[in-house]
């Protein structure tokens, strides 16, 4: 277990995706470390589940304006106005290649992983504003910053919240407001299962070019073939805790080998190697 510089006493916790993976093992990291966590669910199934495990829980559909408003109003309801922390971990992965993708797959995809996550922000900024502290932590993706083939609305959606973050990040600036990017590699969740329920809805695989791709990625799927360096989400809620532990935290965490060796590379060798490296990889 990571120490950080502080710990703290009853602070305030909101987080996204709680059902299963990162977002439960954090929600149950940070409770057992002493904070008052609000682990929230898409749906209501998970909500109660969430509640039997001793939660303080309520629904939250980042594809659902009025769920986000109800959900942090209820949140603010139980601390009295207040909350010291985000983390926007709610997100799933929309497979398949960009030529197959249709607008309204896209915009679902957004919908998620990026507006329904601004939504929630903008809507808690005020409250840390008159605070006059907070951290805002964002679960991003080394898909955040190099891209892979077949993953592109994924890639595209974490590219747009990298980038929106280290905008925010600047406009926050003397606010005391930090916002803070997690950037995993591939992590044991429900993340795969889910993503080929969305590829099953969006894509007809029957008549696309790409059909044997497919059929072999849904093979590792149904087989549960783990991708290499694959680690347990405890790797996560190691660097949230730095996040959002530290007297000052770093501005990113990158979280598996995969992230660390390609931000390196991305920074040193010429584009067209890394592209080479990517197609590679994301074979």
Partial sequence: MVEADQTPEKRTLLITGCSTGIG???????????????????????????????????????????????????????????????????????????????????????????????????????????????????????????????????????????????????????????FILIEPGPIESDFRKNARQAFLKHINAQKSIYQQKYQGWSKQVEEGVSERFTLPPQAVLDKVILALESRRPKLRYGVTTPTHVFWVLRCLLPRRWVDFLLSRAGR
């Fill in 24 to 178: 439960r093992c954090v929600a149950e990291g940070m409770r057992e470390r002493g904070w008052r966590v609000f682990a929230t669910a898409r749906k209501s199934a998970d909500v109660a589940a969430l509640h039997q495990a001793g939660f303080e829980s309520c629904r939250i559909d980042l594809a659902d304006s009025a769920s986000i408003q109800e959900g942090l109003h209820w949140v603010l309801e139980q601390t009295g106005g207040g909350l010291d922390a985000l983390f926007n971990n709610g997100a799933y992965g929309q497979p398949g290649a960009l030529e197959d993708l249709t607008r309204e797959a896209l915009r679902e995809q957004f919908e998620t992983n990026l507006f329904g996550t601004h939504e929630l922000t903008r809507l808690v900024l005020p409250v840390m504003r008159q605070q006059g502290a907070g951290r805002i932590v964002q679960n991003s993706s080394i898909l955040g910053f190099v891209g892979l083939p077949f993953r592109g609305a994924y890639v595209a959606s974490k590219f747009a919240l990298a980038g929106l973050t280290e905008s925010m990040r600047l406009e926050m600036r003397g606010s005391g407001i930090d």
